[in-house]
């Protein structure tokens, strides 16, 4: 494939035509988020989270924290994020506010929904990704059929709201209208050299389908004074599998 | 007597009965109140024009209530005494609307009339009967002292009150609020998009009239008169004063749904329950940013996107109920589980500010009651090396702490004699970091309870 730069610029003009038909926006800098941690943003075709669609997270108390961090940055300063959480989870417990803070979550810029089941969550998240003034719409959720997933896509779209579905990690991982899918699972923390205690939080992240990317998995740790993410590479891991960026000639459809 | 048919006496399913007769009058106007064990009393001020003048509005109103089965006498007067007395007492008039008593003559009405249309006590009314004053006419002749001297207040005032010389006051069944409207068809409909497009007509109208005077509705009732004589009913409550009819045509949308049209719906009314002022909002030269997804933190949040929210909140709360959807708001305790509450998420922000406390790491999720989990310590103030919760045993590789906290003993009882706790912030072998305490120090002999509060990301 040449690299002459007028083939290079239609090929970008032509991977964005194709994202806007595909309905997850332009990737301009507007419509994405960055996750703070260049390896991860690099794996994903829009060069961060695409706002405006929906995405799934899977995963216990990791993916809350992902979840949380993630709206952290949504919010931003002025955002008001939209929380509906499963009433009843006595495995896991509700959420408990003066634990956002770790995050750099803001608990004044939430509005928390008690939901009863899936179906109330569902039917929330949908008005709220409608509504298109909030930042952000979160909901835990069991199960998803694939046309209510499609149904929050397309609600998302609609308002340009970003649209996060909380799933137990025992769900399978059937057909998703999700743009991505991820899982998140415990990981051990380190801390600086010298300190004895529990580190930063540090979760494996595996992207387990995205549209036009393949499936990644990183070790990132979330960094409170910073608030972002930064992809961890262990001394073991170093000798297994170098961090190829992605490649430019290989059009990703 | 073989033609005599006896029933049992059902004083409880009469008074409810007429209480929905009460109710079903509320088509004519929405001052209406049970009189007694056996009346409605309607207030029909500025109403009769709408059913043609007073006369027809009294026959409608015969013509109905005989066709649900009750037997019935009307009057309309000026006052509730006068109309009172006549239509128990007064003369059977062929038509039922000339049971009405001109403004202004219901001393000459009343004349005729026995002192029992008074609402006076039976044993008043047979002393008044012995003296030789039995019509109202012969009560009014005599002067008020002697009057009040002889009998007490209570004649004067019921004389008074029926000549409208007092002012006797109808308490509604519903609080009766300014903002109401009413709809009705010749023919009764029954079909959702007649309701739907009724209710729009009904919203627009009311919330003109809110807009001209500044204010909004926080309640919202809408009533369906059928022609069985049922009332279907559906209220919808919004966070803030609201008065666009998109907004509350999409939150009544929903009840519509719900509500039985029966055989027809002859009548429409809508009424506000609370409303509460809201001044017109001014438009901004500037457009607000759209999506809310601008990265310019430097202006501030624009008028749109809280108006937005307050009608999301709205569609929330209306639907799964308004205590579901809360805010997080702090409290000044030290206790995990008491230091947030949750408030209704439409209270305006300035009542609920409090500083949440930044320097204590806090776990992500709180069980709503601390788990009991075997724990395995090997020195007294140390972490736990290990701990088995349920069937799964984790093995402790990282912790911190111990974090005292104190039982609040200002509170007093059982509360203020718990023992203290000391938390530790653990990590597993396998990343997993939970919040355990152990319920009281150290003491050696005793094994010490451990449980679970909390679950960090």
């Known amino acids: ?253 | 007597m073989p033609g005599l048919k006896a029933c049992e006496a059902d004083p409880l399913g009469d008074a409810r009965a007429l209480a929905r007769l009460a109710d079903w009058c509320g088509r004519y106007t929405p001052w209406t109140a049970v009189d007694g064990s056996d009346g409605v009393r309607l207030d029909v001020t500025g109403c009769a024009h709408l059913f043609g003048g007073e006369a027809a509005l009294l026959e409608d109103l015969t013509r109905r209530v005989a066709a649900l089965g009750f037997a019935s006498r009307a009057a309309l007067a000026g006052t509730p005494g006068a109309a009172w007395a006549v239509a128990r007492f007064g003369p059977r008039k062929k038509e039922p609307g000339e049971m009405i008593v001109p403004p202004g003559a219901e001393r000459e009405a009343l004349a005729a009339l026995s002192v029992a249309g008074l609402r006076l006590a039976p044993a008043l009314v047979e002393e008044l009967e012995r003296l030789g004053l039995s019509r109202i006419g012969d009560l009014d002749r005599i002067p008020r002292g002697a009057l009040t001297k002889r009998f007490g207040v209570e004649p004067l005032r019921r004389l008074d009150e029926a000549l409208g010389l007092a002012f006797e006051p109808i308490s509604p069944r519903r609080p009766a609020t300014p903002y109401h409207t009413r709809l009705s068809w010749p023919e009764p409909i029954g079909d959702p998009a007649s309701l739907a497009a009724g209710t729009r007509r009904l919203l627009g109208d009311l919330c003109a009239r809110m807009e001209r005077d500044h204010r909004g509705a926080r309640r919202l009732e809408l009533a369906l008169y059928r022609v069985d004589g049922g009332v279907e009913r559906a209220s919808v409550g919004t966070s803030r004063p609201a008065r666009e009819v998109e907004h509350l045509m999409g939150l009544f949308a929903e009840r519509l749904e719900r509500l039985d049209p029966g055989f027809g719906v002859e009548v429409m009314a809508l009424r506000a329950g609370l409303v509460e002022s809201l001044p017109a909002t001014q438009l901004s030269l500037r457009l607000p940013p759209s999506g809310g997804r601008e990265l310019d933190s430097s202006r501030p949040p624009a008028e749109g996107m809280a108006a937005e929210i307050g009608r999301l909140v709205d569609r929330l709360g209306n639907r799964f109920g308004f205590e579901n959807v809360v805010r997080f708001a702090p409290r000044a305790s030290h206790l995990p589980e008491r230091a947030a509450f949750t408030v209704p998420a439409g209270l305006p922000e300035e009542k609920t500010a409090g500083a949440w406390p930044r320097e204590r790491s806090r776990p992500l999720r709180l069980l709503a009651r601390p788990e009991p989990v075997e724990a395995v310590a090997m020195v007294p103030d140390a972490p736990p090396v290990m701990f088995r919760r349920r069937t799964v045993v984790h093995r402790i590789a990282r912790a911190e702490g111990p974090e005292r906290i104190e039982p609040e003993w200002w509170r007093g009882g059982r509360a203020g004699k718990a023992p203290a706790r000391d938390y530790y912030q653990v990590e597993d072998t396998e990343g997993r970091r939970f919040w355990l305490y152990r319920d009281g120090p150290y003491r050696p002999g005793a094994s010490p309870s451990w449980y679970l509060h909390g679950i960090f990301a």
């Open chain 1, 1 to 253: 494939m040449s690299s002459h730069p007028f083939h290079l610029a239609s090929l970008a003009e032509l991977r964005a035509r194709i994202r806007a038909l595909e309905g997850t926006g332009p990737g301009t800098e507007r419509h994405r988020l960055s996750f703070g941690a260049p390896e991860i943003d690099r794996a994903l075709p829009w060069g961060g989270l695409p706002l405006g669609c929906l995405h799934e997270v899977a995963g216990e108390g990791a993916a809350s924290g992902f979840c949380a961090a993630l709206l952290a940055r949504l919010a931003g300063e002025r955002g008001v994020v939209l929380w509906c959480l499963r009433v009843g989870a006595h495995q896991t417990g509700e959420l408990y506010a003066p634990g956002l803070a770790a995050f750099g979550l803001d608990p004044e810029r939430l509005i928390v929904l008690r939901g009863r089941g899936d179906a109330e969550v569902l039917w929330a998240v949908q008005e709220g990704l409608r509504s298109g003034k909030l930042a952000a719409a979160v909901g835990e959720v069991r199960k998803v059929a694939l046309s209510d997933g499609r149904r929050l896509q397309l609600a998302a779209e609609a308002g340009c709201v970003t649209g996060i579905l909380l799933r137990s990690p025992h769900a399978k991982a059937g057909a998703s209208a999700a743009v991505t899918c991820w899982r998140l699972s415990a990981a051990p923390s380190a801390s600086s050299l010298g300190e004895v205690g529990v580190g930063r939080p540090r979760w494996r992240a595996e992207l387990l389908r995205c549209r036009g990317a393949e499936p990644r998995s990183w070790l990132v740790e979330w960094r409170h004074e910073t608030g972002d993410f930064a992809v961890v590479v262990l001394p073991s891991d170093r000798s297994a599998e170098p961090d190829t960026p992605a490649r430019g000639g290989r059009v990703a459809l």
